[in-house]
């Protein structure tokens, strides 16, 4: 791994990091809620990918 990496580069790195975080404490905070609540965050996030 170079050391020498452009600083937008590392700036996407942080930025799929911090999603990547708080795509986990959406995942927790999911898991205390209700099935029908789950359910339809599922449904809105398949809705963006596409």
Do not use: C, H, W, Y
Not at 2 to 18: F, V
Not at 23 to 29: E, G, K, Y
Request: aromatic residues 4%.
């Amino acid at each position: 791994m170079k050391t020498a990496k452009n600083s937008s580069t590392q700036k996407n790195e942080q930025l799929k990091n911090l999603i990547g975080f708080l795509d986990i404490l959406v995942q927790i905070d999911l898991m205390r809620k209700p099935i029908g609540a789950k359910q339809q965050f599922l449904t809105v996030n398949k809705d963006k990918d596409n």
